[in-house]
Structure formats: structure tokens, C-alpha cells
């Protein structure tokens, strides 16, 4: 059997793909090929259960054609947006997405009424292999390292340490500089990394100023490398981002702050079944105008920023 698995991003919804991804190879031992965009190849490359990652780079009609010479029996749509429904009708091959909860998501950001089910991403994706006998083995999530790169020059970090994320694909996602400066503060005798991209380089800055034990990492680190990072740490540090999942697929203790999105999304840290660590989840559940979007906006559209503002007090 072939089986064709589309996500086409981001970072932490292709790295929550990983059980299925595993359970596919390992419980039908099909020939499993990957569908995601060419920006996130770094993310499923080193997969060992993937046999081959197909690269997307925007335009659909050269893809399909080239997923239609792969002649699959099977498509596994764990994206379910416009774009994977174009692919998969023009494949016209058999396949089954999950359910994204959409209505219940509009419902709760729009309204605040929660009718949300208790069930993480993870497992809704399970419910697109059903069909194939697929069932979750309870391992958790994966996230393999191309171990051939190395870290930049200079770099070597301590034996015992910290990670805090700073950054974020949404502002209302990301942790406020000043309230980072004072977590930071607080853990004085805790040697801290902060990792970014380039545009959390800026604010990165300002941090090791006010911080006598943080250390810059911002736009010095690839994902690997700061996968590699992540692996390392005693705990990790982080909003709702691509990065708390990569440190969840290690195993890693971690520290979440949930901005304008709510666990309940399904999308908290995920491990396995049985996982002795501690994963600490700080949110401010007093607010009225909480959940307002199911991923984030550039601005608080209050204005008042107090989900994640309160943290300061």
C-alpha cells in the first residue's frame, strides 16, 4: 500500500503529525510519502518513517501532476484547508481527513460557548487513518535531528540549563519582553537560552541587557539546531508555538503561557501516555473577551494585552 500524508504547515502541526506518520509505517508497513511545504522540509526530512518528502512550493497543478505519477492508494489529509481539498479531489484517489472543529472553535472566540471536546489534535488526526486500522500507540510525539549539524562556532553550552522561546508566528501569542525580563530575574541562579528568529533579535537584545544569566541565541540557530537546544535543556519555556512541541516530542518539562489562545484548542503539549514529567500550564482564565481567535492577531484588539499582561503581577 502507498499512502500520501498532506501538511503542508507550520512547524508545531507538522511536528504533532508524528505518532500518525509512525503508526501508518509501523502498523501497515506502507510506503508513506510526506506532502508539506518547502519551508519545513528540515521538519520531516530525518523521519525515518517516511519513505519520501515531497516538497510544495506554492503551485498546485505542477504538484499534482506530480503526485498523480506516484499512483497512491491512499491519502491521509491531516492540513483539511482549500488547498489540500484541491489536491486530494484531483488525485481522485481514496482518503479521509479529521475533524478541525471549526464551528465549535468560531463558537467559543466569537460567543464563549465552550462546546469543545476534551480530545487533543493529536488524537482528532487519528481519526483520518481509522479506515486504515491505524490506532495510537501512545508514544507520544517524534522529532529526529540531522545529527551531521553541528552548532555555530563558539557555541557550547553548559551541562544543566534552561530554554525560553520568545518568539511566535502571532503577537498575541508572545510573551511580552518585560514580562520575560522578570521571569528571567526571578530564576537568577538558572543559566537561560533564548531562542528566536531574526525579527525576536531586537527584543532578544533588550533582554541580556536587563538579565545577567540569560544568553542571546536569536537569529544565530537554525530549527534543527535549535531542536538540538531544546533536547538539552532542563526545562523549557514557552508560548503557544511550534517550539513548545518540539520540546514536548523530547520529553522536556515545560512551562507554556497561553495568550489569546486556549488549551482547549487541543494543541497544549503533548506526551506520552506514560510521561513522569511536569508540564505547567499559566493562563488567565478571568478574562471575558478569551479565546478571541483560534490563532492570533498582530494587536490586542482590546488593546489591554491582560491575558498575557496579568503575568507582571
Given at each position: 500500500?502507498?499512502?500520501?500524508?498532506?501538511?503542508?504547515?507550520?512547524?508545531?502541526?507538522?511536528?504533532?503529525?508524528?505518532?500518525?506518520?509512525r503508526?501508518?509505517k509501523?502498523?501497515?508497513?506502507?510506503?508513506?510519502?510526506?506532502?508539506?511545504k518547502?519551508?519545513?522540509?528540515?521538519?520531516?526530512?530525518?523521519n525515518?518513517?517516511?519513505?519520501?518528502?515531497?516538497?510544495?512550493?506554492g503551485?498546485?497543478?505542477?504538484?499534482?501532476?506530480?503526485?498523480?505519477?506516484?499512483?497512491?492508494?491512499?491519502?491521509?489529509?491531516?492540513?483539511?484547508?482549500?488547498?489540500?481539498?484541491?489536491?486530494?479531489?484531483?488525485?481522485?484517489?481514496?482518503?479521509?481527513?479529521f475533524?478541525?472543529?471549526?464551528?465549535?472553535?468560531?463558537?467559543?472566540?466569537?460567543?464563549?460557548?465552550?462546546?469543545?471536546?476534551?480530545?487533543?489534535?493529536?488524537?482528532?488526526?487519528?481519526?483520518?487513518?481509522?479506515?486504515?486500522?491505524?490506532?495510537?500507540?501512545?508514544?507520544?510525539?517524534?522529532?529526529?535531528?540531522?545529527?551531521?549539524?553541528?552548532?555555530?562556532?563558539?557555541?557550547?553550552l553548559?551541562?544543566?540549563?534552561?530554554?525560553?522561546?520568545?518568539?511566535?508566528?502571532?503577537k498575541?501569542?508572545?510573551v511580552?519582553?518585560?514580562?520575560?525580563?522578570?521571569?528571567?530575574n526571578?530564576?537568577?541562579?538558572?543559566?537561560?537560552?533564548?531562542?528566536?528568529?531574526?525579527?525576536?533579535?531586537?527584543?532578544?537584545s533588550k533582554?541580556?541587557?536587563?538579565?545577567?544569566?540569560?544568553?542571546?541565541?536569536?537569529?544565530r540557530?537554525t530549527?534543527?539546531?535549535?531542536?538540538?537546544?531544546?533536547?538539552?535543556?532542563?526545562?523549557?519555556?514557552?508560548?503557544?508555538?511550534?517550539?513548545?512541541?518540539i520540546a514536548?516530542?523530547?520529553?522536556?518539562?515545560?512551562?507554556?503561557?497561553?495568550?489569546?489562545?486556549?488549551?482547549?484548542?487541543?494543541?497544549?503539549?503533548?506526551?506520552?501516555?506514560?510521561?513522569?514529567?511536569?508540564?505547567?500550564?499559566?493562563?488567565?482564565?478571568?478574562?471575558?473577551?478569551?479565546?478571541?481567535?483560534?490563532?492570533?492577531?498582530?494587536?490586542?484588539?482590546?488593546?489591554?494585552?491582560?491575558?498575557?499582561?496579568?503575568?507582571?503581577?
Amino acid at each position: 500500500m502507498k499512502v500520501l500524508v498532506i501538511r503542508l504547515s507550520s512547524i508545531g502541526d507538522i511536528v504533532l503529525t508524528s505518532p500518525v506518520v509512525r503508526c501508518l509505517k509501523q502498523q501497515t508497513d506502507c510506503t508513506l510519502h510526506f506532502l508539506t511545504k518547502k519551508c519545513y522540509n528540515t521538519l520531516v526530512a530525518n523521519n525515518p518513517y517516511i519513505d519520501k518528502v515531497i516538497l510544495f512550493d506554492g503551485d498546485i497543478k505542477t504538484t499534482v501532476s506530480e503526485l498523480k505519477a506516484e499512483n497512491y492508494d491512499f491519502i491521509v489529509d491531516l492540513h483539511n484547508n482549500t488547498r489540500s481539498h484541491i489536491i486530494r479531489r484531483r488525485l481522485r484517489k481514496p482518503g479521509a481527513s479529521f475533524n478541525k472543529l471549526d464551528f465549535k472553535k468560531f463558537l467559543i472566540t466569537k460567543f464563549k460557548i465552550n462546546l469543545l471536546p476534551k480530545v487533543h489534535v493529536v488524537d482528532r488526526y487519528f481519526g483520518a487513518v481509522k479506515k486504515l486500522g491505524v490506532e495510537n500507540d501512545g508514544r507520544g510525539l517524534d522529532y529526529f535531528i540531522d545529527e551531521k549539524e553541528k552548532m555555530p562556532t563558539g557555541l557550547e553550552l553548559p551541562e544543566h540549563y534552561f530554554v525560553f522561546a520568545i518568539g511566535g508566528q502571532h503577537k498575541t501569542k508572545i510573551v511580552p519582553t518585560d514580562i520575560i525580563v522578570q521571569i528571567c530575574n526571578n530564576m537568577r541562579t538558572n543559566k537561560i537560552y533564548i531562542i528566536g528568529g531574526k525579527e525576536d533579535r531586537v527584543e532578544g537584545s533588550k533582554i541580556i541587557l536587563r538579565c545577567s544569566n540569560v544568553f542571546n541565541l536569536t537569529d544565530r540557530l537554525t530549527i534543527n539546531q535549535s531542536a538540538q537546544v531544546i533536547r538539552n535543556a532542563d526545562r523549557v519555556f514557552t508560548g503557544d508555538t511550534g517550539m513548545m512541541h518540539i520540546a514536548a516530542a523530547f520529553k522536556k518539562d515545560i512551562t507554556s503561557f497561553w495568550g489569546n489562545t486556549i488549551p482547549e484548542f487541543g494543541m497544549y503539549p503533548y506526551y506520552p501516555v506514560d510521561f513522569k514529567g511536569k508540564s505547567e500550564i499559566v493562563e488567565n482564565k478571568n478574562l471575558k473577551c478569551r479565546p478571541c481567535s483560534k490563532l492570533g492577531y498582530e494587536h490586542c484588539p482590546k488593546g489591554h494585552f491582560m491575558c498575557m499582561r496579568w503575568l507582571k503581577s
